[in-house]
């Protein structure tokens, strides 16, 4: 990376730790072999996963037999709930209700709308202005005819946390499956699968130092569920295809790091938050910076800060911010190339152009104090041009 870059979009994408990177170029290198094959190559294959699959169940509490490895967040999103949903009908052909909440990611989102067209019904829960689901809510939307609940951890445009503890009991209660994207949480809140009512959770490696297209969904011994995928026996038949050896390999590495590095990953992230907006706030004042999303440390995830500035488009900005060395985005990922104002922030309140206003700022390994501070200045000056013409 260019020494001086400043890349603050760690929600979209972090880059590989070195000991990640190690373990992906070991596997990669050293033992290319199929983890199906007999010979000593193969056997070392399955046996980098299983090391990976013993450190990513040591990480969330859960038995290493209940993971299985996935071709990222997206894909273990719609293992999880096209696998459980048909699993649920199968059994009782009236269990056909799907309720989510209108700030999951797309990968939820459309996934939901997708089984919708296929017939069950789907019921999409509003949130309040943090970008929180209300437990009255949910309590009135799930009943006896519900498949599947499906409410991520922690949002991935404003950080707010969800009541998936709560939510988890009351799916529980009618016999519903749990499902959690738990893709941000992951590596900045504590996940213990022996206490959180979730019977189905989804993991992406590239969120915590891993690499881009590996993922994890996490399946409780018992849940009604099957497979997304036909083909060979991998992962005990439950994800068909050869597996991504050196991609496990690394996310495990990644994954065991994380959670070694926990509370100093969330007070660093933390910092560096603070530090930019505060830095923002006092350069540009209240009246021109707003935050999205809960302001109370204990109700959001800490590495990401999703702020509108009044007056300036964030397309302008992130241009600006951009050839001054600066990463940061619109939005989530997926939606700022697209122009369209974020369903998140929509489903708070927001109106269509403050949606347009609004820039995540997002941290991780290797944003320091004076990145922040440095950030602050450079935005505060961007922002005090912009609004000048
Ligand atoms: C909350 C959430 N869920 C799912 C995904 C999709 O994960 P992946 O990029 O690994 O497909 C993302 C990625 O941005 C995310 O933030």
Same mark, same amino acid.
């Given at each position: 990376? =260019?020494?001086?870059?400043?890349?603050?979009?760690?929600?979209? &994408? *972090?880059?590989?730790?070195?000991?990640?990177?190690?373990?992906?170029?070991?596997?990669?290198?050293?033992?290319?072999?199929?983890?199906?094959?007999?010979?000593?190559?193969?056997?070392?294959?399955?046996?980098?996963?299983?090391?990976?699959?013993?450190?990513?169940?040591?990480?969330? %509490?859960?038995?290493?037999?209940?993971?299985?490895? *996935?071709?990222?967040?997206?894909?273990?999103?719609?293992?999880?709930?096209?696998?459980?949903?048909?699993?649920?009908?199968?059994?009782?052909?009236?269990?056909?209700?799907?309720?989510? +909440?209108?700030?999951?990611?797309?990968?939820?989102?459309?996934?939901?709308?997708?089984?919708?067209?296929?017939?069950?019904?789907?019921?999409?829960?509003?949130?309040?202005?943090?970008?929180?689901?209300?437990?009255?809510?949910?309590?009135?939307?799930?009943?006896?005819?519900?498949? #599947?609940?499906?409410?991520?951890?922690?949002?991935?445009? *404003?950080?707010?946390?969800?009541?998936?503890?709560?939510?988890?009991?009351?799916?529980?209660?009618? !016999?519903?499956?749990?499902?959690?994207?738990?893709?941000? $949480?992951?590596?900045?809140?504590?996940?213990?699968?022996?206490?959180?009512?979730?019977?189905?959770?989804? @993991?992406? $490696?590239?969120?915590?130092? %891993?690499?881009?297209?590996?993922?994890?969904?996490?399946?409780? +011994?018992? &849940?009604?569920?099957?497979?997304?995928?036909? !083909? %060979?026996?991998?992962?005990?038949?439950?994800?068909?295809?050869?597996?991504?050896?050196?991609?496990?390999?690394?996310?495990?590495?990644?994954?065991?790091?994380?959670?070694?590095?926990?509370?100093?990953?969330? =007070?660093?992230? =933390?910092?560096?938050?603070?530090?930019?907006?505060?830095?923002?706030?006092?350069?540009?004042?209240?009246?021109?910076?707003?935050?999205?999303?809960?302001?109370?440390?204990?109700?959001?995830?800490?590495?990401?800060?999703?702020?509108?500035?009044?007056?300036?488009?964030?397309?302008?900005? @992130?241009?600006?911010?951009?050839?001054?060395?600066?990463?940061?985005?619109?939005?989530?990922?997926?939606?700022? %190339?697209?122009?369209?104002?974020?369903?998140? @922030? *929509?489903?708070?309140?927001?109106?269509?152009?403050?949606?347009?206003?609004? #820039?995540?700022?997002?941290? !991780?390994?290797?944003?320091?104090? =004076?990145? $922040?501070?440095?950030?602050?200045?450079?935005?505060?000056?961007?922002?005090?041009?912009?609004?000048?013409?």
């Amino acid at each position: 990376m =260019e020494p001086t870059y400043i890349y603050m979009d760690h929600a979209a &994408t *972090t880059p590989m730790h070195p000991e990640a990177l190690q373990a992906y170029q070991l596997a990669a290198l050293q033992t290319p072999g199929n983890p199906s094959s007999l010979h000593r190559w193969g056997r070392q294959a399955r046996s980098r996963i299983t090391t990976a699959r013993d450190s990513l169940a040591r990480a969330l %509490g859960c038995r290493p037999d209940e993971l299985l490895f *996935t071709g990222g967040g997206t894909e273990a999103d719609n293992a999880a709930l096209f696998g459980a949903a048909r699993a649920q009908r199968a059994r009782d052909p009236q269990r056909i209700g799907i309720v989510t +909440t209108a700030v999951e990611h797309h990968a939820v989102l459309h996934a939901a709308e997708r089984l919708a067209a296929e017939g069950f019904a789907l019921t999409v829960l509003p949130v309040d202005a943090a970008g929180r689901v209300s437990v009255a809510d949910a309590e009135a939307a799930i009943g006896p005819a519900t498949a #599947v609940v499906s409410v991520m951890y922690g949002n991935n445009e *404003t950080g707010t946390l969800q009541p998936v503890a709560q939510l988890g009991e009351l799916a529980r209660l009618h !016999g519903a499956v749990m499902h959690c994207d738990a893709v941000q $949480a992951l590596g900045y809140a504590r996940i213990d699968l022996g206490a959180l009512p979730v019977d189905l959770l989804s @993991l992406s $490696a590239h969120k915590i130092g %891993g690499p881009q297209g590996v993922g994890a969904l996490y399946v409780r +011994t018992g &849940t009604p569920w099957e497979p997304l995928l036909y !083909g %060979g026996s991998q992962e005990r038949r439950r994800r068909a295809g050869t597996e991504n050896v050196p991609g496990i390999a690394a996310f495990g590495a990644a994954a065991q790091l994380a959670a070694d590095t926990l509370d100093a990953r969330r =007070e660093q992230a =933390e910092a560096v938050r603070e530090a930019l907006l505060g830095g923002l706030l006092a350069r540009l004042g209240p009246g021109i910076v707003s935050v999205h999303g809960d302001p109370d440390c204990q109700g959001r995830l800490p590495h990401i800060l999703n702020i509108g500035i009044e007056g300036v488009s964030n397309e302008t900005l @992130l241009m600006n911010l951009d050839l001054q060395g600066i990463a940061a985005s619109g939005g989530s990922a997926c939606t700022s %190339g697209s122009l369209q104002p974020s369903h998140v @922030l *929509t489903a708070m309140g927001l109106a269509p152009h403050l949606c347009k206003n609004s #820039v995540r700022f997002s941290f !991780g390994l290797g944003n320091t104090i =004076e990145q $922040a501070d440095k950030t602050a200045e450079i935005t505060a000056t961007i922002v005090a041009r912009l609004r000048k013409r």
